[in-house]
């Protein structure tokens, strides 16, 4: 069973940095499909950043330029670091794995494990 937890949530003034890290366990790291995701309240889940097992990486429009997605697999960990930081990122966030490759559509689709989520608070 796939594992996932996070750290590195909370808050921040706009314009800052913060980096969320993933721990995962429970199968080859170095052959899973990664992703953060996040949920802003009111909203549906949307997909933030996408790291394939090959190293090719994909943005969402809603934050690119300012993350990025990097992996450690030494540690078995994946981070998300976020700049420029905006009120409207204010949201909790969630690291999610796939076995093998991502599935063709993964921002819309989500991945198969998922961590519990942490929260993010970006002040004015």
């Known amino acids: 069973q796939i594992q996932l937890q996070e750290s590195g949530g909370g808050s921040v003034q706009a314009g800052g940095s913060l980096t969320l890290s993933c721990v995962v366990s429970g199968y080859d790291f170095t052959d899973l499909c990664l992703g953060w995701y996040r949920r802003i309240t009111g909203k549906e889940r949307e997909g933030v950043a996408i790291?394939?097992?090959?190293?090719?990486?994909r943005y969402a429009n809603s934050m690119a330029g300012r993350v990025l997605i990097l992996r450690y697999n030494t540690r078995n960990t994946f981070t998300l670091q976020m700049n420029n930081l905006k009120p409207e990122d204010t949201a909790t966030y969630y690291c999610a794995a796939e076995k093998l490759w991502c599935n063709g559509d993964p921002f819309y689709y989500g991945l198969d494990y998922w961590g519990k989520g942490i929260l993010v608070t970006v002040s004015s």
């Open positions: 790291l394939e097992p090959d190293g090719k990486i």
